[in-house]
Structure formats: structure tokens, C-alpha cells
């Protein structure tokens, strides 16, 4: 199963330093059986968007909660196997948590397909998105569209030996 790990560039930096994206158990996105029904879509491409821009907001939430980190979001995707990551079924349809998986044991880096990171020109959008998401959550429709915002920029797409560059340089 392919999932996105949300992270922050020091997360992403201390993966490459241990070698793990995490001990588990933790949070990534997937296509599960809930982002399908959501989505109507039988389109595999288009439903791991969908999850991947799920990993996208949830890395947008970790940047609100590290103030120091730069305001990049970053989705790591790896396979891990089917039995690695499991769906809550009580919360499949929960818009909050749509394609949110729990993924139990440790994962290599080194098993990662790919890196996606926002551009230098997204900085700007994702500060102030990540400013917004407490308003946003509270239901203030300005500030929703903030933090939808942020989803006008592409993640850009890194290979994983690309990784030492991106946590050198910070970007």
C-alpha cells in the first residue's frame, strides 16, 4: 500500500539522520475504502492526489504546531505492506479524517518512492495558511479560505536522492 507521511523539513531531517520515518505507530494518508466513497472516483491517480493532499493539510498542522520550521509543507510517500497500515472504520466517512491510516511498525527512509515539497514562492501562502487553520477549524469561512490557499501551490516532486540537498539546504 502506498501512503504519504506528513512531515516538516526537521522532520523530514531527523528521518535521514535515523533512517526512519517513524518507530510507529503514526499517522499517514492512503487510499482507503472511505477516500474512495468520498471522492466517487475509480481513478487511482486521481484518489492518491486526493490522499496526498490529505498528508499536505496534515503536514500544513504540524507546521502550525512548530513555529521555527520553514513554511514548507512535506509529504513523503513510501509502500509499506498492506497489514502496515490500517483505516479506523468508525471514522471512514469522518471528513476529518479521510484517508487517514495508522501505520504500526517502523519504516526505512530508505523505502521511500518519492519527496514532495512546497516551492520557495508557496513560503508566503503557507505561513499564512498555517496561521489560519485554528480560525479555520472553528468554522470561520476567511479563514478557510486561507488555508485552502496554500493547496493553489503544487508540491513539487523529489527523488529520494535528492533528500540530503533538501535538508542541507533547508528548501
Do not use: C
Not at 520515518?21 to 499517514?28: D, N, R, T
Not at 509543507?73 to 479521510?98: E, Y
Not at 536522492?161 to 539546504?169: C, D, T
Amino acid at each position: 500500500m502506498r501512503v504519504y507521511v506528513p512531515l516538516t523539513l526537521p522532520g523530514l531531517a531527523e528521518a535521514y539522520k535515523t533512517g526512519e520515518l517513524g518507530a510507529g505507530p503514526f499517522v499517514a494518508y492512503a487510499v482507503t475504502p472511505g477516500l474512495r466513497e468520498w471522492y466517487l472516483s475509480d481513478d487511482i491517480e486521481e484518489l492518491e492526489y486526493a490522499a496526498l493532499s490529505r498528508a499536505a493539510l496534515a503536514s500544513l498542522r504540524l507546521l502550525a504546531a512548530e513555529p521555527e520550521a520553514p513554511r514548507r509543507r512535506v509529504v513523503v510517500s513510501v509502500d509499506v505492506p498492506d497489514r502496515a497500515a490500517s483505516a479506523d472504520p468508525d471514522r471512514g466517512l469522518d471528513p476529518a479524517a479521510l484517508g487517514e491510516v495508522r501505520v504500526t511498525g517502523p519504516v526505512a527512509l530508505a523505502k521511500a518512492a518519492s519527496v514532495h515539497v512546497d516551492a520557495a514562492d508557496a513560503e508566503a501562502d503557507v505561513t499564512a495558511a498555517a496561521e489560519a487553520l485554528p480560525a479555520a477549524d472553528g468554522g470561520d469561512d476567511d479563514a478557510q479560505f486561507v488555508v485552502d490557499g496554500a493547496d493553489d501551490h503544487e508540491l513539487l516532486w523529489f527523488a529520494t536522492q535528492e533528500i540530503p540537498n533538501l535538508v542541507e539546504r533547508g528548501d
